[in-house]
């Protein structure tokens, strides 16, 4: 799978440009606050239909514009498309998306036949966000393995929020009625059939990315950490997410769990069974605080390190090498399981990566990676990043290509194997 060209008009700092890429390595130079993240965004948007860092779209849409459109170009050996995507962020915000100038009905839903796995900075959320980080890397790492989990979710949300509607009506009358309690039952239902899918699919996708994860941890640990993950159920406490963990102190064994092997192997109508039962024990208080308090959009995911919760009592280094190693397990996995090496998106954390850990992440790239790497500065690279690299400037919403290959044709440096 190759992406050849990505055009943005009116999209965060971009009027219009328009970034060509090569098959192989690609790297974004320029200063901070220029744009490189935004044509990643962009990408993934189309991509995955979602961007992890703005809240609505009309953050997305230049600022002043009415309408964003992001077009990209991709390749693989049976198909070659054209995916387009237009932001409308008036008093309605809406999605239209194109492929090869047919219209798809997903709208906001809509995510094109590409796939892209990412590195980022904020990556470390993973074990020091909220609850809500490592459900929504869970939930796109099986939407890359099974397209249709995207469908799942948005049918979810839908139910949680039609049943979140009820219990705010039951609220507000002070009380349930027999009919109320019927309807309230028939969502109840709704929620554990598809919540239970979900669950399967995220432990699915946990039981395949951990034993890589576990191996990297390993190997960046020189043998000496053991990696090991709980697929969380129920909060011990019933708080909506927040940055810190509720178990923080608490040794990973003793949490409110089930092992990712057991929950593998319970039957799909159990699991629904036992969200049923979760549903009706917090119906009290499901009312009055007119939410749905369990199902998989409450549920998280405990990565331990010996035993011990990683994100309360993991040192620095050892969060960054934790993520680093579940990281490299959902491109390792991702690869694997899709016909062709995904696109790689490594936004500014290269130089982060000592050389050892940079090497890791190339042995994955060898394998015929088409890669985007944005840097504020070359240093810090290891020299296999820059050969034979596409090397593009971005400065100010423009991308100055021409330029930066004429400068670095000129650096030995750079010059291609
Ligand atoms: P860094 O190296 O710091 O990560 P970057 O080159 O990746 O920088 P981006 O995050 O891509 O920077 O772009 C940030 C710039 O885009 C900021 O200057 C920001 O103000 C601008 N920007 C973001 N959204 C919009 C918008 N809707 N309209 C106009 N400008 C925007
Ligand atoms: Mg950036």
Redesign the pocket.
Known sequence: MRVSRVVVKNF??YKDAALDLSDGRNILI??????????LEAIELIACGRSDRASNDR?????GESEALIEVSYHSAGYSETASLILTAGDRMSRKAKINGVSQPAGKKFAARLTTVSFKASDLNLLRGGPKFRRDWLDQLVCKLKNSHIDLTARYDKIVQQRNKLLKTFFEKGSVGPSGLDELRVWDRQLAQYGSQIIKHRVHALALALPLAEDYQASISGNREKLTAQYIFKQVESDTDSQSSSMSVERASEKESLGIDELKLMPLEDLAQLLLAQLKSRRQEEIVRKQSLSGPHRDDVSFALNDFVASSYASQGQQRSLVLALKLAELKLVSDRLEEPPLLLLD?VLAELDLSRQGMLMQLVETGMQTLI?T?DLDGFRSEWLNGAKVVA?HAGQILSDKVNQEKLADPGLQSD
């Open positions: 965060r700092n320029g200063e901070n606050a220029q744009g490189k993240t935004n044509l953050e997305l849409v230049l600022r500014d944005t504020t971005v």
